[in-house]
């Protein structure tokens, strides 16, 4: 599985907000394969990045516990479509890039610049509106090829029809953070699998990458069912979460509201008008000491206090 980054920068910039020199290849063991990082193109205009999964796929049936021979441990997409797979590469490859940190670059790394990301092989349950209704709403420039079943069979078996085998372009004037953190958390969501255990630890990783964006997302709830497998009480548990972090009490914010339009309509009492003016003429005069004779609950006391120096 294939991504490519395009940045309208030079490779330099690129490289440091990476942390990845432009002039190497850079080889990342991972417990399913390998990562490999390179550039295909450098200017003082324009580079881009790619990033390669080299996925074992020996290594995907070892240590699952299944039964033996099983045949979809051997025949199935994973080591070439773009899944959760490549979530976990680009956590593991670009994660200080994905939290926003460039020691050398950081104001670049905190501000928009224009960048494309192409996906190759994205596997979408839910087609090309799935695919807009995700990446749109968050400023992406959407470009979609869909691929059939029988591409490379010269139209031999039309009858496979279309696959649900995508290659996806995302385009926009964004942070690099936030362009890697979209791909890591909606790749899986268009999958709509992963390949390992989905528990409570998913929910705040759901909850931390899509700070900012994913409350007024308007697939939201899609977004967290898919994200966390369709388990249930997880997907509560995040939705609900969401909402608080993203919206007030509206009745709690109506009450503060009407008792501050009270205490302001709320007319002027005698014994305060009094007050006010004992108050001002303090503040006229500057005495150094105050009496007060039959002070009651002391309320003049408390505001001479507050008024006198």
């Given amino acids: ?15 440091y907000l990476l942390h990845k020199n432009p002039t190497r290849l850079h080889s990342f063991e991972l417990s399913f394969g390998k990562a490999h990082v390179f550039y295909t193109q450098q200017s003082e205009r324009a580079s881009q990045v790619a990033l390669l999964l080299d996925i074992d796929p020996v290594g995907l049936i070892r240590g699952k516990g299944r039964s033996e021979g099983a045949l979809d441990q051997y025949v199935n997409d ?30 670049l790394a905190d501000q928009p610049i224009p960048l494309e990301a192409i996906i190759t092989a994205v596997p979408a349950q839910g ?9 749109e709403p968050l400023g992406y420039e959407v470009r979609v090829e869909h691929h059939s079943l029988d591409k490379d069979t010269l139209g031999k078996f039309p009858a496979w029809g279309p696959g649900p085998y ?16 979209h791909i890591y ?3 899986p ?25 994913l409350p007024g997302h308007p697939q939201k709830e899609t977004i967290a069912s898919r994200y966390l497998r369709f388990d249930r009480s997880l997907s509560r548990e995040a939705l609900a979460r969401l909402v608080e972090d993203d919206l007030e009490d509206p009745v709690e914010t109506e009450v503060s509201q009407l008792k501050e339009e009270l205490a302001l309509e709320a007319p002027l009492r005698l014994w305060e008008q009094r007050l006010d003016a004992v108050v001002s003429t303090l503040r006229t005069l500057q005495p150094k000491s105050v009496v007060d004779l039959g002070c009651g609950e002391g309320n003049s006391s408390r505001r001479c206090w507050t008024t006198v120096p």
């Fill in 1 to 15: 599985m294939l991504l490519t980054i395009n940045a309208a920068i030079p490779g330099s910039d690129l490289g």
């Fill in 166 to 181: 995508y290659t996806v372009s995302v385009k926009g004037s964004v942070r690099l953070q936030d362009l890697l953190t």
């Fill in 78 to 107: 994973r080591p070439y479509v773009a899944s959760s797979f490549l979530s976990v590469a680009i956590s593991r490859v670009f994660g200080t890039a994905m939290n926003g940190r460039s020691k050398e670059r950081q104001q």
């Fill in 185 to 187: 958390v909606l790749v």
């Fill in 127 to 135: 087609g090309e509106p799935f695919l807009r209704a995700l990446f």
């Fill in 189 to 213: 969501v268009l999958d709509a699998d992963k390949h390992y255990w989905v528990g409570k630890d998913e929910v705040e990783k759901l909850l931390s990458k899509g700070e900012g964006w």
